[in-house]
Protein backbone atom coordinates (compact mmCIF):
# COMPACT_ATOMS: atom_id res chain seq x y z
CA UNK A 1 0.00 0.00 0.00
CA UNK A 2 1.30 3.49 -0.70
CA UNK A 3 2.29 5.82 1.72
CA UNK A 4 -0.61 7.80 1.50
CA UNK A 5 -3.04 5.51 1.39
CA UNK A 6 -1.93 4.03 5.05
CA UNK A 7 -2.07 7.30 6.15
CA UNK A 8 -5.40 7.69 4.73
CA UNK A 9 -6.62 4.82 6.37
CA UNK A 10 -4.74 5.54 10.08
CA UNK A 11 -6.59 8.97 9.82
CA UNK A 12 -10.14 7.49 9.26
CA UNK A 13 -9.60 4.95 11.80
CA UNK A 14 -8.42 8.26 13.82
CA UNK A 15 -11.44 10.15 12.72
CA UNK A 16 -13.99 7.26 13.54
CA UNK A 17 -12.27 6.99 17.19
CA UNK A 18 -13.44 10.55 18.04
CA UNK A 19 -16.77 10.04 16.25
CA UNK A 20 -17.53 7.32 19.15
CA UNK A 21 -16.19 9.58 21.73
CA UNK A 22 -17.99 12.49 20.77
CA UNK A 23 -21.19 10.35 20.41
CA UNK A 24 -20.68 8.53 23.76
CA UNK A 25 -20.93 12.58 24.79
CA UNK A 26 -24.38 13.17 22.85
CA UNK A 27 -26.11 10.50 24.40
CA UNK A 28 -25.24 11.84 27.76
CA UNK A 29 -27.09 14.73 26.33
CA UNK A 30 -29.71 13.02 24.86
CA UNK A 31 -30.69 11.39 28.19
CA UNK A 32 -30.38 14.68 30.23
CA UNK A 33 -27.17 13.75 31.74
CA UNK A 34 -24.28 16.12 31.80
CA UNK A 35 -21.68 16.31 28.74
CA UNK A 36 -17.94 17.14 28.89
CA UNK A 37 -18.31 19.98 27.00
CA UNK A 38 -14.21 20.44 26.56
CA UNK A 39 -14.12 17.29 25.01
CA UNK A 40 -16.68 18.09 22.76
CA UNK A 41 -15.05 21.37 22.23
CA UNK A 42 -11.72 19.58 21.57
CA UNK A 43 -13.30 17.22 18.61
CA UNK A 44 -14.99 19.76 16.85
CA UNK A 45 -11.47 22.31 16.69
CA UNK A 46 -9.43 19.05 15.84
CA UNK A 47 -12.40 18.57 12.97
CA UNK A 48 -11.91 21.88 11.92
CA UNK A 49 -8.17 21.91 11.53
CA UNK A 50 -6.82 18.64 10.87
CA UNK A 51 -9.65 16.49 8.32
CA UNK A 52 -10.01 20.10 6.32
CA UNK A 53 -6.62 21.36 6.07
CA UNK A 54 -4.72 17.90 5.95
CA UNK A 55 -7.09 14.96 5.18
CA UNK A 56 -9.48 16.06 2.74
CA UNK A 57 -6.86 17.67 0.45
CA UNK A 58 -4.32 14.46 0.49
CA UNK A 59 -7.90 12.43 -0.93
CA UNK A 60 -8.68 15.74 -3.41
CA UNK A 61 -4.63 15.20 -4.48
CA UNK A 62 -5.36 11.12 -4.66
CA UNK A 63 -8.50 11.81 -6.92
CA UNK A 64 -6.95 14.50 -9.54
CA UNK A 65 -4.49 11.65 -9.97
CA UNK A 66 -6.96 8.98 -10.72
CA UNK A 67 -8.75 11.62 -13.44
CA UNK A 68 -5.51 11.98 -14.76
CA UNK A 69 -4.87 8.02 -15.06
CA UNK A 70 -8.30 6.98 -15.38
CA UNK A 71 -10.65 9.48 -15.93
CA UNK A 72 -13.68 7.17 -16.58
CA UNK A 73 -13.16 5.58 -13.09
CA UNK A 74 -12.37 9.00 -11.79
CA UNK A 75 -16.02 10.35 -12.85
CA UNK A 76 -17.98 7.15 -10.87
CA UNK A 77 -16.28 8.56 -7.23
CA UNK A 78 -18.37 11.93 -7.67
CA UNK A 79 -17.78 15.40 -6.73
CA UNK A 80 -15.20 15.23 -3.69
CA UNK A 81 -14.29 18.67 -3.37
CA UNK A 82 -17.83 19.40 -3.09
CA UNK A 83 -18.40 16.56 -0.69
CA UNK A 84 -15.30 17.88 1.55
CA UNK A 85 -17.06 21.75 1.23
CA UNK A 86 -20.26 20.60 2.74
CA UNK A 87 -18.54 18.67 5.09
CA UNK A 88 -16.67 21.36 6.46
CA UNK A 89 -19.45 23.37 6.40
CA UNK A 90 -21.28 21.10 8.90
CA UNK A 91 -18.49 21.08 10.89
CA UNK A 92 -18.62 25.19 11.35
CA UNK A 93 -22.39 24.99 12.06
CA UNK A 94 -21.54 22.50 14.60
CA UNK A 95 -18.33 23.91 15.79
CA UNK A 96 -20.61 27.41 16.35
CA UNK A 97 -23.64 25.63 18.19
CA UNK A 98 -20.53 23.62 20.70
CA UNK A 99 -19.46 27.60 20.62
CA UNK A 100 -22.30 29.50 21.64
CA UNK A 101 -23.19 26.31 24.39
CA UNK A 102 -19.85 27.03 26.41
CA UNK A 103 -19.86 30.97 25.88
CA UNK A 104 -23.64 31.44 27.08
CA UNK A 105 -22.89 28.61 29.82
CA UNK A 106 -26.10 26.94 28.91
CA UNK A 107 -27.34 23.69 28.79
CA UNK A 108 -27.61 21.92 25.50
CA UNK A 109 -30.70 21.92 23.83
CA UNK A 110 -32.46 19.62 21.20
CA UNK A 111 -30.76 21.90 18.11
CA UNK A 112 -27.38 21.28 19.72
CA UNK A 113 -28.04 17.18 19.48
CA UNK A 114 -29.45 17.62 15.98
CA UNK A 115 -26.13 19.92 14.92
CA UNK A 116 -24.34 17.32 16.43
CA UNK A 117 -26.15 13.72 14.64
CA UNK A 118 -26.03 15.63 11.41
CA UNK A 119 -22.33 15.94 12.03
CA UNK A 120 -21.54 12.19 12.89
CA UNK A 121 -24.16 11.05 10.54
CA UNK A 122 -22.68 13.26 7.75
CA UNK A 123 -18.82 12.09 8.62
CA UNK A 124 -19.91 8.53 8.81
CA UNK A 125 -21.69 8.27 5.59
CA UNK A 126 -18.41 10.08 3.78
CA UNK A 127 -15.67 8.11 5.05
CA UNK A 128 -18.09 5.03 4.37
CA UNK A 129 -17.91 5.65 0.69
CA UNK A 130 -14.63 6.64 0.85
CA UNK A 131 -13.92 3.25 2.12
CA UNK A 132 -15.61 1.02 0.08
CA UNK A 133 -15.73 3.19 -2.99
CA UNK A 134 -12.96 5.39 -3.71
CA UNK A 135 -10.00 4.40 -1.71
CA UNK A 136 -10.02 0.28 -3.62
CA UNK A 137 -10.68 2.30 -7.14
CA UNK A 138 -7.55 3.87 -6.28
CA UNK A 139 -5.79 1.53 -5.14
CA UNK A 140 -6.62 -0.99 -8.19
CA UNK A 141 -6.11 1.83 -10.87
CA UNK A 142 -2.86 4.30 -9.86
CA UNK A 143 0.42 2.97 -10.35
CA UNK A 144 3.58 3.43 -8.62
CA UNK A 145 4.70 6.27 -10.76
CA UNK A 146 1.39 7.98 -9.57
CA UNK A 147 1.37 7.22 -6.40
CA UNK A 148 5.24 9.18 -6.11
CA UNK A 149 3.45 11.96 -7.15
CA UNK A 150 0.87 11.81 -4.67
CA UNK A 151 3.42 11.18 -1.91
CA UNK A 152 5.63 13.62 -2.16
CA UNK A 153 3.28 16.47 -2.04
CA UNK A 154 1.85 15.40 1.12
CA UNK A 155 4.86 14.85 3.43
CA UNK A 156 4.47 18.44 4.23
CA UNK A 157 1.25 17.83 6.03
CA UNK A 158 1.38 16.85 10.00
CA UNK A 159 -1.42 15.65 12.29
CA UNK A 160 -1.85 18.20 15.64
CA UNK A 161 -3.08 14.95 17.42
CA UNK A 162 -2.54 11.94 16.41
CA UNK A 163 1.11 13.08 14.55
CA UNK A 164 4.19 11.84 16.45
CA UNK A 165 4.31 15.95 18.31
CA UNK A 166 1.09 16.62 19.80
CA UNK A 167 0.05 19.91 19.60
CA UNK A 168 -0.06 21.72 23.85
CA UNK A 169 -3.57 22.37 22.79
CA UNK A 170 -4.29 18.65 21.54
CA UNK A 171 -2.37 16.96 24.59
CA UNK A 172 -5.79 16.82 26.90
CA UNK A 173 -7.95 15.01 24.20
CA UNK A 174 -5.09 12.81 23.16
CA UNK A 175 -4.81 11.32 27.05
CA UNK A 176 -8.21 10.62 26.91
CA UNK A 177 -8.06 9.08 23.90
CA UNK A 178 -5.38 6.97 25.38
CA UNK A 179 -7.11 6.45 28.08
CA UNK A 180 -10.21 5.24 26.39
CA UNK A 181 -8.12 2.55 24.42
CA UNK A 182 -6.71 1.14 27.75
CA UNK A 183 -10.17 0.73 28.90
CA UNK A 184 -11.30 -0.79 25.66
CA UNK A 185 -8.88 -3.79 24.81
FE1 LIG B 1 -13.01 12.67 2.23
FE1 LIG C 1 -11.59 10.60 4.17
Redesign the pocket.
Known sequence: MSAVMEILNQDHRNLERLLIALERQVVHLERGEEADLDIINAIVEYCLTYPDLC??PK?DLVLRQLQIRKPEVAETVGN?EA??RKLAETTRHFAAAVHQVIRGGQPASGGFGESARAFLDGYRY?MEM?DTAFFPLAERHLTAEDWDVVDREVEQMVDPLFGGRVEERYKVLRNEIMLWDELAT
Open positions: HHELEHHE
